[in-house]
């Protein structure tokens, strides 16, 4: 690959769960291979492969993370709220599965709007998971 | 929470193609997980939550097989034999996660379904994608 990830993981993003952390890397790996294959002239296969790529592996990703809230005992509400945040990515990202049957190509803002979901997400809603976690292991 | 003894991966099963050998992994891991579901009433919605996941990761994984099979130009046949596979898997999984076993936590049987079927299918369908692979680079 030519020079570095357009949207790379950062350290700074790492919330101490290896796991989720390795699953957060992934996702930005996939993001960027998304990114690479978007708005290229009879790139359309590539990049609705990994269009598909994304949806499975968040979706993987989110029932991984339900199942921490489980494990830690998360308020109600908070779940409900997290869960929705989720849901509502993956609505969008199937939004744009969506366009692309109907024929219009993934340009690079899918990409885009995933990385940048992706850091948001992982800094709030996540991490205040992630400090309850690590406290009842303390 | 029962503590069991986690399935290990293998050496046997790297096939020394990095991504795949990576997802194989992270499904032993997915495996171990399941195992780990609590068992009764209470847990159940987590087992069918664990089990949706399975099915996601697996999707994605068998996604980057048959686009890595495309890519190195695996024949048609054969590919669409292994593709035949991974959809079955799918099937059997989703038909599992369905179906109520006797006195028996489901996301256990699902596991135990997962881990005979993936270390079967990767030293046999697996490696005979990446030994084509290695046919074509070294000729």
Redesign the interface.
Known sequence: MRGGAKFPWKPEHALGLPDVDRQHQELSRIVNELHAASGKIKGEAAARRALEKLINYACYHFATEEGIFQEIGLPKAKVREHIQHHEEFVRKVKGFRDALDHGDPIGSGLAAFAAEWLVNHTSKLDLEYAREYLKGRE | MEDREPLAWKAEYALGVPEVDRQHQELF?IIN?LRQTPAGAPAE??AK??I???V??A??HF??EE?FMLDIGYPDADLQAHNGQHQEFVRKVEDLGRIEHEGRPVAEAVAEFVYQWFTQHIPVFDRGYVEAYRRRKDA
Do not use: F, I, K, W
């Open positions: 891991r997980r919605h987590a939550r664990a949706e996941g399975l996601h990761y999707r994605y996604s980057t686009a």
